[in-house]
Nanobody, 124 residues
Framework: QVQVVESGGGSVQAGGSLTLSCVAS????????MGWFRQAPGKEREFVAG????????NYGDSVKGRFTFSRNEARNNGWLRMNSLQPEDTAVYYC?????????????????WGQGTQVTVSS
């Protein structure tokens, strides 16, 4: 059974940086892509970034392009979301998810495995 666990959230001032980590287990020979989503209170879930199984494609949400970088190890079971130039509007619970279609797209419906989430708070 595939599981993902996030870590690395915390509080930071505007302009600061954080790195979130995602560890996936139980992948076996499956071809899961990995993605990040976030959800702020009272708002809909928002796509942040996704990396395909092959690693050939990395997608970013419009609001984080140029500021966030998603990387993954060769074993494809650890991923890191480096977040730079954080702003108060980045405050949310961040979720790591696994996409069994292997594409890493921005559609949350494609992701069948979700972590518990990690809180990121950015103060002005």
């Amino acid at each position: 059974q595939v599981q993902v666990v996030e870590s690395g959230g915390g509080s930071v001032q505007a302009g600061g940086s954080l790195t979130l980590s995602c560890v996936a287990s139980g992948l076996g020979h499956s071809t899961y892509a990995m993605g990040w989503f976030r959800q702020a209170p009272g708002k809909e879930r928002e796509f942040v970034a996704g990396i395909s199984w092959t690693g050939a494609t990395i997608n970013y949400g419009d609001s984080v392009k140029g500021r966030f970088t998603f990387s993954r190890n060769e074993a494809r079971n650890n991923g890191w979301l480096r977040m730079n130039s954080l702003q108060p509007e980045d405050t949310a619970v961040y979720y790591c998810a696994a996409d069994n279609y292997g594409l890493g797209t921005n559609s949350w419906q494609n992701y069948e495995v979700w972590g518990q989430g990690t809180q990121v708070t950015v103060s002005s």
